[in-house]
């Protein structure tokens, strides 16, 4: 794929249209949630001065905004492909909508996770009947893994983001913003490989090409933000991020193409930009959000996001998801507290 292929033009032709998006809300809602959007006062007073919104994707089904991509892509397989089961590889979150999807279906299905993948993340997954398997330091080696396995015993690969049925389920998302929100000015998403804001992106934009759409990236991980900088697939990774969710080095060449040309900006947030957004969607709006899902509002804070996209705006900032080990908490707390008291002595 070169540059000339994947630029900004009246060319591209996105995989996903409204049709599919429509098709998978209406499966998913017979299952899943319509999640939940609620103003915080905090962010748009203090932060952003225009009205800020909160969608809790960490409140649907398997605390994760998941649950619809992988409803969605496993509903639309054929009786034999849920016949020789499913594998997929995820950190946790698409893991945890792949092993209920199958439990709610009577599918098998295994899960390649990264050594390092949050304990919480593994035992749900676990409890809703999934075999897991550790594999790999991260996400990009334990997806390796899963394609062999894949071609060595017959399981149907169910992709985390680079596959149409899945992002057509996370576009749901964006028809449910719209119907919240008709007339929302900007949203904020978090990104790793790219499936849920090229979900989003698709559904906000074939209403009205005008709303902003901000994707939001770990300083440590982000693979989109440099392919979408570079106008072609790269990779990048220098570390592990509390954004453990979105922590994919090189996005997927179905999601990069609709991201470029559908995304009007990428932003990047560091570790400690991150673990404040944690800390304070927990103590200022009651809200348990992971790493991936403290992007949007790390952003926020963080003034990554030019005031003329959010002054006397309407804005949406997607809280994608809440499982997060409570020693992450626990640390996130403790080193505030620490913070503060040594500002204030």
């Not at 990047?268 to 949007?296: S, Y």
Request: aromatic fraction near 6%; proline fraction near 3%.
């Amino acid at each position: 794929m070169t540059a000339e292929d994947i630029k900004q033009s009246k060319d591209f032709q996105n995989p996903v249209c409204m049709r599919d998006i429509e098709e998978a809300a209406h499966s998913i809602h017979e299952v899943g949630r319509v999640t939940p959007l609620i103003q915080s006062m905090f962010l748009s007073r203090n932060i952003a001065h225009g009205e800020v919104y909160l969608k809790l994707e960490n409140m649907q089904l398997t605390g994760s905004f998941k649950f619809r991509g992988a409803f969605n892509k496993i509903n639309h397989l054929s009786d034999a492909e849920k016949a020789r089961g499913v594998i997929t590889a995820s950190a946790g979150n698409h893991a945890q909508g792949v092993a209920l999807t199958s439990h709610l279906l009577g599918i098998d299905s295994v899960v390649i996770m990264p050594h390092g993948a949050p304990i919480a993340k593994q035992e749900a997954t676990a409890g809703y009947g999934a075999k897991v398997i550790l594999h790999g330091d991260n996400f990009d080696e334990a997806h390796q893994f899963m394609e062999e396995e894949a071609e060595r015993k017959g399981y149907t690969i169910v992709d985390p983001y680079n596959d149409v049925d899945v992002i057509a389920g996370q576009g749901s998302i964006g028809l449910e913003i719209l119907d919240q929100m008709w007339d929302v000015d900007t949203v904020i998403v978090p990104v790793g490989g790219g499936g849920l804001i090229s979900g989003i992106a698709t559904a906000l934009k074939s209403f009205n090409p005008n709303i902003h759409i901000v994707g939001v990236q770990s300083e440590n991980v982000h693979g989109m933000t440099a392919s979408y900088e570079a106008n072609k697939l790269t990779t990048y990774s220098k570390g592990k991020t509390l954004a453990d969710g979105t922590a994919v080095a090189t996005p997927g060449d179905i999601t990069f193409p609709i991201t470029k040309n559908l995304v009007d900006e990428m932003v990047l947030v560091n570790e400690e930009e991150i673990a404040k957004a944690m800390k304070d969607l927990l103590q200022r709006t009651k809200t348990v959000a992971e790493g991936a899902g403290a992007l949007p509002t790390a952003a926020l804070e963080a003034k990554k996001i030019d005031s003329k996209w959010l002054n006397h705006k309407k804005v949406v900032a997607l809280v994608s998801g809440g499982n997060v080990d409570l020693e992450q908490v626990s640390k996130n707390i403790d080193h505030f507290l620490v913070t503060t008291n040594h500002s204030v002595g």
